[in-house]
């Protein structure tokens, strides 16, 4: 799951900053962060081959064009250029990459991870799997983008799926385990072991640890939506990510980086 900017609790509680509930008060937080001794840019870009790059700019799709608006890019009966689209990264996006609220791309598991727990940076974007990359994972807090009213917004869930070879001596007893694992009473055992979040309902939030419980707290009320980029795949997603390292750097490029994406969307 992307659920959306970490933080670590300790940090915040020594500096005396609050979760935002608007986007008002998101600005204003990157701001105040950015006036802390020590801090480099208040949120670290991580950065590989252009993920997670890709997963803040899918939050701030599913946020502030919202649901919808994210599916519509997925299938592609929107396209990059439209008007709308080009808003949510004119008017939300770009003026924080130019305002210099995040970092340069730095690569995920050991620069920006780094550096954002050693306090050179106060936020940072990344999946739930998180909590497995440090090394107290109690003092982890994360929030979502504060939503505007008015518009239905999702968030990216990653699921699981399984396989089960057809040649395989024992296919029965391969889709009887996996049948359980898929369970409420499957997914139980796993979310209790950190990390992980439930695709099976019913499974109780007090078996979540408590960062865990956190990340799953924040479905409520959103769509949940497949990862974009991961599901159009092919050359659009190299594409896709490169254009957004170059916004990252670029980011008075919007127009041209929108085309360019644009212009790798497989035929509909």
Not at 27 to 54: C, E, F, M, Q
Not at 121 to 126: D, N
Not at 192 to 219: E, F, N, W
Request: aromatic share 12%; charged share 15%; glycine share 10%.
């Amino acid at each position: 799951m992307k659920p959306g900017f970490w933080y670590r609790k300790s940090f915040f509680q020594a500096h005396n900053l609050t979760v935002p509930t608007t986007y008002a008060e998101f600005k204003s937080l990157l701001v105040t962060i950015s006036k802390i001794k020590g801090i480099r840019t208040p949120i670290v870009s991580g950065d590989s081959v252009g993920w997670p790059l890709s997963d803040v700019t899918e939050h701030f799709i599913a946020t502030y064009g919202g649901a919808s608006m994210h599916r519509a890019l997925t299938n592609g009966t929107k396209r990059w250029t439209d008007t709308d689209v080009r808003a949510v990264f004119a008017d939300r996006l770009v003026p924080l990459l130019a305002g210099g609220c995040f970092s340069e791309p730095l690569e995920g598991n050991t620069g920006a991870l780094a550096n954002w727990w050693g306090g050179l940076h106060a936020l940072y974007f990344m999946g739930s799997w998180i909590t497995g990359l440090v090394d107290n994972a109690t003092d982890l807090g994360v929030f979502s983008l504060p939503p505007p009213t008015g518009t239905t917004t999702g968030i990216v869930f990653g699921g699981d799926y399984f396989f089960v070879p057809k040649y395989t001596t024992h296919q029965t007893e391969a889709l009887i385990l996996l049948k359980y694992l898929a369970s409420k009473d499957g997914q139980t055992i796993q979310v209790k072991q950190g990390g992980h979040i439930a695709t099976a309902l019913g499974v109780p939030l007090s078996d979540y640890p408590t960062v865990d419980r956190g990340v799953a707290q924040l479905m409520n009320g959103v769509v949940i939506l497949s990862d974009l980029d991961d599901t159009i795949g092919g050359t659009f997603q190299t594409n896709f990510w490169s254009q957004l390292q170059l916004l990252w750097v670029s980011p008075n490029q919007l127009d041209s980086v929108l085309a360019a994406i644009q212009a790798k969307m497989p035929a509909s």
